[in-house]
């Protein structure tokens, strides 16, 4: 079997595709942490200023 420059190319624009979306699922995964992280801090903070205001 011989490898010709278009087949090799090919090879190489199905690996850069894979890498692309790898990444970008990666990318989605650390903006939702984030996002879940800023959410549950704000919960603690609400959390704390209701407590306050219920033992007042």
Known sequence: M???AQ???QIVIAL??????YAAIRADLARLH???Q???DA???A???ID???SK
């Open 2 to 4: 011989t490898v010709d």
């Open 7 to 9: 087949f090799a190319l």
């Open 16 to 21: 850069c595709s894979g890498a692309g979306v």
């Open 34 to 36: 984030e996002r879940t």
């Open 38 to 40: 800023h959410a549950i």
């Open 43 to 45: 919960a603690a903070t």
């Open 47 to 49: 959390n704390t200023r």
């Open 52 to 54: 306050a205001i219920l």
